[in-house]
């Protein structure tokens, strides 16, 4: 009996570990900044729809008037799902989740799409684009249909963002909170290597499926240490209750060992750059709103935090705010990153097809070898 002797150095979760070079995205965590091929955050997030943004992440450009309206006139044709979709969801126990039926219904779509098994470039970006259309109506769907209430279909005179809204509420948002959604849909379309779009890429190094690749981005997006932090950030404020609560929480938490949900980051060392953004409009849907206690909240917790442990809100921490004003469940909170986050995975797919080698990493074995076999008859 022995074991295997090696002195290989080992990057648990790959952190720090560079896989591949991509022209997708780029973060300098240490100095807070993130761009979308090229282009800065801010600007991007100031001046663009989801809908440009996501052509620029697909096609390595911003697109001109011909080419934004050709795309969204694309994108607002292909959001209808087939009725047999409709109808199993209608079949989904009332415990599952936003998430587990999202993952359930862009697995069965490959079904209805006859080009679901392609797996060439052209392919990938075609059966990509329908996915980024129909994420919002199963999320929409499925949560009006888990309530008893009747669906609402899309409305082709909406942009993807108010459309979304309208298929959630039966109403036409107004046009901050329309902007409100669709800016966060931006600032979470993309970031780099994290845990789900690496995960689509491995599926897609495989030369499996975009709605493959697609299911398995949304599985891993699941996971509260991926997509779920907005959703525990709203129950920590409503926890917190007032902002002349929050030294005392943060106290308690920190004695414990415990986690403030929507603080630090992976990447980022200093003030995430899509929370900046974010932060500005969750200050102005709070003045329109007229309740300012989540973001008093908010502003407390940054003194405090920044000086317990020199940590900076992420982007999660204001995100919770905007869905709070938009009168979004908690609970389908990991569902809208998952809409907005599919832009992203389509042009890593697209990126890996491209120059694609199979995604095989090593591990180091730490187990024994040669241990002698015993027969059946003699084990104990």
Known sequence: MSKVDSNADVKRGLEGVIVAESRVCYIDGIKGRLYYRGYGIGDIAKNCSFEEAAYLLLYSKLPNRRA???????????????????????????????????????????ADDPDARKVSLEDHLNNGISLIAKMPTIVAYYYRINRGEEVVKPDPELGHAANFLYMMTGRVPDKTSARGMDMDMVLHA?????????????????????????????????????????????????????????????????AGHGRVMGYGHRIYKTYDPRARVLKKMA?????????MRWFEIGERLEVVMEREKGLYPNVDFYSAMVYHHLALPIDINPSLFAIARSAGWVAHAAEQYGDNKLIRPLDRYVGEIDLEFIPLNKRK
Do not use: C, W
Request: hydrophobic share 40%; proline share 2%.
């Open 68 to 110: 934004l309206h050709s795309f969204s006139v694309e994108l607002r044709r292909r959001r209808n799902l087939p009725q047999r979709i409709v109808e199993m969801m209608r079949t989904f126990s009332k415990s599952m989740t936003s998430m587990e039926a999202l993952r359930t219904a862009v697995s069965a779509l490959a």
């Open 190 to 254: 993309e970031h780099g290597f994290n845990a789900s779009s690496f995960a689509v890429r491995v599926t897609v190094s495989t030369l499996s499926d975009m709605h493959s690749a697609f299911t398995t981005g949304v599985g891993t997006l699941k996971g509260p240490l991926h997509g779920g932090a907005a959703e525990e950030v709203m129950r920590m404020l409503e926890e917190i209750g007032y902002a002349k609560n929050v030294d005392k929480y943060v106290q308690k938490i920190l």
């Open 283 to 291: 200050e102005e849907m709070s003045k329109e709103k007229e309740n």
